[in-house]
T-cell receptor, first 113, second 112 residues
């Protein structure tokens, strides 16, 4: 596609529920990243995929967070037993091989009530 | 891990004047330093970046300088315009491990 697409754009869920956030990167981009941005803060790294494998998942805050990219394109960030502190904008970005600059998606605003 | 500090948190500049935002980083292995502009409710967009093998890079009204010894880098915007108003984030990373650590942002307001 022309840009990084994230769905849904907004998600409101009840505390304790499970959510999935989807990212569709730019076609041909091998690297995919998830970041979380809280109000008034910079993006915080969660996980980075190179192809299908998670090259670095050191930013995932705990085992309630999991991400997959089974075919090396679309990625899904999964959050179990959501907590109010999970409320944030979840940003996805992708980059092509040999290119270091990211292209970010518009994000999914997650609100846990 | 890497720690990036950014100053100031807010900056107001008269239209036409220059704006400077400064960042420091802690990990001497970091060798890539991008700057992102984020308008309200929109995605961060890369505006300029610099690698550690150069000390300065310029693109029209925007320039970035890097001092590896002191571990700091700065964004310079000249001849500011109202459309420059946004939140600016610096970041630091290590080529080969593409994780970026972001600063906390600077809200730049250009006063017409």
């Amino acid at each position: 596609g022309a840009g990084v697409s994230q769905t849904p754009s907004n998600k409101v869920t009840e505390k304790g529920k499970y959510v999935e956030l989807r990212c569709d990167p730019i076609s041909g981009h091998t690297a995919l990243y998830w970041y979380r941005q809280s109000l008034g803060q910079g993006p915080e790294f969660l996980i980075y995929f190179q192809g299908t494998g998670a090259a670095d998942d050191s930013g995932l805050p705990n085992d309630r967070f999991f991400a997959v990219r089974p075919e090396g394109s679309v990625s899904t960030l999964k959050i179990q037993r959501t907590e109010r502190g999970d409320s944030a904008v979840y940003l996805c970005a992708s980059s092509g091989q040999g290119r270091y600059g990211y292209t970010f998606g518009s994000g999914t605003r997650l609100t846990v009530v | 891990g890497e720690n990036v500090e950014q100053h100031p948190s807010t900056l107001s500049v008269q239209e036409g004047d220059s704006a400077v935002i400064k960042c420091t980083y802690s990990d001497s292995a970091s060798n890539y330093f991008p700057w992102y502009k984020q308008e309200l409710g929109k995605r961060p967009q890369l505006i300029i970046d610099i690698r550690s093998n150069v000390g300065e890079k310029k693109d029209q009204r925007i320039a970035v300088t890097l001092n590896k010894t002191a571990k700091h880098f700065s964004l310079h915007i000249t001849e500011t315009q109202p459309e420059d108003s946004a939140v600016y984030f610096c970041a630091a990373g290590n080529f080969g491990n593409e994780k970026l650590t972001f600063g906390t942002g600077t809200r730049l307001t250009i006063i017409p």
